[in-house]
């Protein structure tokens, strides 16, 4: 029998699930303080979300019992993989259970910007009746740059076809053969990207690499008018990670003009600051960070993540392995 610590919540099935194989299952959320201190030296396994992170010094101070850490979603930035991997120790993920409910709110976002949606509630709630002010566009016959192109954005990518896009991808670590597949075009250059699409979204990790990758020189190249003629603006949409964009870079774009819409579900600082002026900004709409926040998406990650954390328990390798190419 195992001891798992469950730091940010899981579903009733998962831990149903773990209970059943055997294991006991502790959900209390603990501290960075408690963390530093050595609160896992009492743990096999941690199974934790966005909120906790799992530094360099918190696993050197967990002692020799820890197993597995488990991310119950898609990114790891909040794990340090590489310190974990020295200490032999495996980070697994559930990177399909939230898929559909990402695609779902990323095209939410698109359409909401595009047709005022967000900017209209706020008005009609100050009693105002602004009709003529929210003429919006269509996303037909627009052209849909994708930065990154995996499981999600590929999903984006076929729901935006059906509405009458045409899509742009670029990743660099993308076969060409699977962009043809999926009847999108794939930009070399990033650059590109940017100078052939009035709507972009942003599907990658966040990175040294990729951090920034959206600033205010990329944001300039946009071009503000469809191939159809149409003066539709420019509209950025992040449900992947935040730092992808310089937020400084994106409210001066929004003042200027140069960005039309915006809508984030991820932000560099988390929780955003109230008096954050790119939240307030007329332009802008956005969703504290709820992209796998679904009742079917949490379900599918808490059984995803059970079964992996299970299946390392066990003396076996999960598919979903994020650091196994830097274990001993």
Not at 86 to 105: D, G, K, W, Y
Not at 237 to 247: F, H, K, L, T
Not at 269 to 276: F, H, L, T
Request: with cysteine; hydrophobic share 40%; net charge neutral.
């Amino acid at each position: 029998m195992a001891r798992i610590a469950v730091t940010d919540g899981m579903s009733k099935d998962a831990v149903a699930l773990l209970e059943k194989s055997g294991h006991e299952v502790v959900l209390e959320f603990i501290n960075e303080k408690d963390l530093l201190a050595g609160a896992l030296k009492d743990f096999d396994a941690i199974v934790v979300r966005s909120a906790t992170k799992i530094s360099r010094d918190i696993l050197s101070n967990s002692g020799s019992r820890l197993k597995v850490i488990g991310r119950a979603g898609v990114g790891v930035d909040n794990i340090d993989i590489t310190a974990a991997a020295e200490l032999n120790i495996p980070v697994v993920n559930a990177p399909r259970a939230s898929t559909q409910s990402v695609i779902e709110l990323t095209i939410g976002h698109l359409l909401s910007s595009l047709r005022h949606i967000p900017r209209a509630d706020r008005s009609m709630r100050l009693g105002k009746w602004e009709k003529k002010a929210m003429k919006g566009t269509e996303l037909f016959g627009k052209d849909l740059g994708l930065i990154g192109f995996g499981r999600i954005a590929q999903g984006v990518g076929s729901v935006a076809q059906l509405l009458g896009m045409k899509v742009h991808t670029y990743d660099p670590y993308l076969p060409a053969k699977v962009a043809k597949t999926q009847n999108t075009t794939l930009h070399k250059n990033i650059d590109t990207l940017f100078q052939n699409c009035t709507h972009i979204s942003i599907h990658c990790n966040f990175t040294e690499e990729t951090h920034h990758l959206v600033n205010s020189e990329r944001m300039a190249l946009m071009p503000g008018k469809s191939r159809d003629g149409i003066p539709c603006g420019n509209h950025i949409v992040n449900c992947a990670r935040g730092g992808i964009i310089d937020e400084v870079a994106l409210l001066d774009a929004l003042n200027s003009g140069q960005i039309s819409s915006a809508a984030l579900d991820v932000f560099e600082q988390e929780p955003v600051s109230a008096g954050n002026q790119l939240i307030l900004h007329e332009n802008f709409h956005g969703t504290p960070h709820i992209g796998a926040a679904t009742l079917e998406a949490q379900a599918r990650v808490g059984k995803d993540i059970a079964k992996a954390i299970m299946k390392v328990l066990s003396g076996n390798t999960a598919d979903t392995t994020v650091n196994s190419h830097l274990l001993k």
